[in-house]
C-alpha cells in the first residue's frame, strides 16, 4: 500500500512551544518579576506537560465535543472553560504559547496566595478554634507590628543594661489582674499544664475527679498529658459525683497535687456533685499538697455585669486557694495564642527552672500582644470597646440584625433565584470549651434551596472561595450564616463583589 502521497498534517506535539523561547517572551519576564524564575520555569513545564498529555489524549479519542481530560482539580474553574472549548490539538503554536502562559500565571497566583489568610467567621462558634479563636485588639496588633521590625528588648533591662527576663514584661499584670504572687506564660495552655505537672508532680501522683477527665479538641487528653509529664493519675469519685473523702482516701505517700481541671467542652446536669478549689485547699493543707485548677478558658473578669453568663474568675481560683492556676491567652481572654500560669512564687519559680519551659517560651511578638490585651484589662470601663471577644460577646440583636439585612441584602442578587434568603433568629455558641450550655441569642442569614435537586453545598463552596473566604454552618439542609461575629461590613461587601456570576 502507497498512500504516501496525502500529505499528513503537521504533528500538533511540533508547535509546543519550548520553556527556553517562552523564557524569553516578555509576558514570562512579568511572571518571573513576580514570581520568581525557578517557580516560572516549573510552572510552564508543568503546563507544557499538561498541554502535551491534552493532546495525546484528544487524539486518541477523537471526534469528540467534550473538553480535554486533564486534571484540572487543583484549579478548577476558570481557565479550562475558557481554554478548552477548542482543541489542543488544533492550537497553533502562537495559541499554545498564549495558553502555557495563561495556565501558568493562573497556577503561580494562586500558588503565591497566601495559605493562612483572613477569613469571616459566621459559623456562629465566636472562639474557634480551627478559625483561630480570637481577634485581637488593635492595641495588641500595634504592638505586634512595632516589635516585629526590628531588635527588641525582650531579655534586657533597659535601666541597667543587664540581662533582663523574659517574663518580666507581663508577669506584674498577671499578677495584679489575679491576685497571684507571681506568673509566667509559654505557648499555649496545653504546654502550661504538662510544664506545671511535669514541674510540680513527676514521678508523683496526682488526683483527678473521673468528672474531670477531659478530651478536649485536638488530642488534649488529660491522662495522655499527665503521661507525658511523668505523673501518675490517681482517678477519685465518679463521672457524676464526686465527694471530698474520695481525694482524701486517694492521698498517700507519693501524692504531690490534687488538681482540679474545668470541663470546659461539657457539663454534667441533673444529679452531680463535685468538689470546689476552696474545699480542695482545706484536704491539701492538711497533707501539705499542691492544689493545681487547670481553668480552660481564662477569664477575668465579671462576665454577668455584661449580660453573659457567669464564669469563674482566674482572681477567684487564687482566692479559694489555688495554689497554681493556667489558662489559654486566646479563649475569653481575647488575646494571642498563650498559656497564662499563675501563683506560689516558690512554685513559679520551681516552673522557670524547668528545661522543658526553654521549650515553650513565648517570642517577643506574642509576648507584646499580651502585655497590650493585659493592659485593657486594667481599664475595664472601656473593655468593651476595646476587646472585640467581648464587643462580639455582648453585640446587642439589633446591630446583628443590621449586619443580617446588610449580608441578606448582597447576597441576594448574587444567587440563583431557586436560593430562598431569609434572616432568622439562632444561637451562637461562645467556643473554645468556655461554657458550653450556654448560647447566645443571635440572628442569621439563612440560605434554603427551593429545588432539592440543587445543593446549598455549592454556594457554601463559592463563599469559601472568595477573596476572604466567608465560612457558615450547615444546618437542617439550609446555609446559616450567624452574623454575630459580622463586624467589618466593608471587607465583606468587597468580598461578596467578587462572588462569580454563574453558579
Ligand atoms: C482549652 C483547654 C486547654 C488547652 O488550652 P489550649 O490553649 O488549647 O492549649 C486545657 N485545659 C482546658 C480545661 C481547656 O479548656
Not at 73 to 87: A, K, P, Y
Not at 484 to 495: K, P, V
Request: aromatic letters at 4%; charged letters at 25%.
Amino acid at each position: 500500500m502507497k498512500n504516501k502521497a496525502a500529505p499528513r498534517p503537521e504533528s500538533p506535539f511540533a508547535s509546543l512551544p519550548s520553556v527556553d523561547v517562552l523564557l524569553r517572551d516578555e509576558r514570562v519576564s512579568t511572571l518571573i518579576d513576580a514570581f520568581g524564575k525557578d517557580s516560572v520555569k516549573q510552572a510552564l513545564v508543568k503546563e507544557i506537560d499538561q498541554l502535551r498529555i491534552s493532546i495525546a489524549t484528544q487524539k486518541t479519542k477523537r471526534p469528540e465535543n467534550s473538553p480535554s481530560q486533564h486534571d484540572n482539580s487543583q484549579h478548577e474553574g476558570q481557565h479550562d472553560i475558557q481554554h478548552e472549548s477548542q482543541h489542543a490539538a488544533d492550537l497553533t503554536r502562537s495559541q499554545m504559547t498564549e495558553r502555557v502562559i495563561c495556565c501558568s500565571e493562573t497556577f503561580l497566583t494562586e500558588k503565591f496566595t497566601p495559605s493562612i489568610r483572613p477569613i469571616i467567621n459566621l459559623t456562629g462558634i465566636v472562639l474557634h478554634t480551627n478559625l483561630g479563636r480570637a481577634p485581637y485588639p488593635q492595641a495588641a496588633i500595634d504592638a505586634m507590628v512595632s516589635v516585629s521590625r526590628g531588635a527588641a528588648n525582650v531579655e534586657y533591662n533597659l535601666v541597667n543594661g543587664k540581662r533582663g527576663k523574659r517574663d518580666d514584661h507581663i508577669a506584674e499584670w498577671i499578677c495584679e489582674l489575679t491576685g497571684a504572687e507571681a506568673a509566667t506564660a509559654v505557648n499555649n495552655n496545653a504546654a502550661a499544664v504538662l510544664l506545671v505537672l511535669n514541674t510540680l508532680a513527676e514521678k508523683q501522683q496526682v488526683v483527678v475527679s473521673r468528672g474531670e477527665l477531659i478530651e478536649i479538641g485536638g488530642a488534649f487528653r488529660m491522662p495522655d498529658i499527665m503521661k507525658k509529664a511523668r505523673c501518675k493519675l490517681v482517678e477519685v469519685g465518679t463521672t457524676n459525683r464526686t465527694h471530698d473523702y474520695d481525694y482524701r482516701n486517694a492521698i498517700g505517700k507519693k501524692t504531690a497535687a490534687l488538681m482540679k481541671v474545668h470541663t470546659s467542652n461539657f457539663e454534667i446536669a441533673g444529679f452531680g456533685r463535685s468538689v470546689s478549689v476552696a474545699e480542695l485547699a482545706t484536704i491539701a493543707k492538711e497533707h501539705k499538697l499542691t492544689v493545681i485548677d487547670d481553668m480552660g478558658s481564662g477569664n477575668l473578669i465579671d462576665l454577668e455585669q455584661y449580660g453573659l453568663p457567669a464564669e469563674r474568675t482566674a482572681r477567684q481560683a487564687i482566692n479559694e486557694g489555688a495554689d497554681i492556676i493556667t489558662f489559654s491567652g486566646d479563649k475569653l481572654l481575647g488575646g494571642p495564642q498563650c498559656g497564662l500560669i499563675a501563683g506560689k512564687k516558690s512554685l513559679i519559680e520551681q516552673i522557670n527552672r524547668n528545661p522543658l519551659k526553654r521549650t515553650m517560651r513565648l517570642d517577643k511578638v506574642t509576648l507584646a500582644a499580651v502585655e497590650a490585651v493585659l493592659k485593657l484589662y486594667s481599664k475595664p470601663d472601656s473593655l468593651k470597646a476595646s476587646l472585640p471577644t467581648l464587643a462580639i460577646l455582648t453585640r446587642n440583636q439589633e446591630d446583628i440584625k443590621r449586619s443580617a439585612a446588610m449580608l441578606a441584602g448582597c447576597l441576594q442578587p448574587k444567587l440563583p433565584a431557586i436560593v430562598d434568603v431569609s434572616i432568622q433568629p439562632c444561637e451562637s455558641q461562645i467556643g473554645s470549651g468556655a461554657l458550653p450550655t450556654k448560647t447566645l441569642p443571635s440572628h442569621a442569614v439563612v440560605l434554603e434551596s427551593k429545588d432539592s435537586g440543587y445543593s446549598i453545598e455549592s454556594v457554601a463552596r463559592i463563599a469559601r472561595s472568595l477573596p476572604t473566604p466567608v465560612i457558615g454552618r450547615a444546618h437542617k439542609n439550609a446555609l446559616w450564616f450567624d452574623c454575630r461575629a459580622l463586624t467589618d461590613h466593608a471587607t465583606l461587601t468587597a468580598s461578596i463583589n467578587e462572588w462569580p456570576s454563574v453558579c
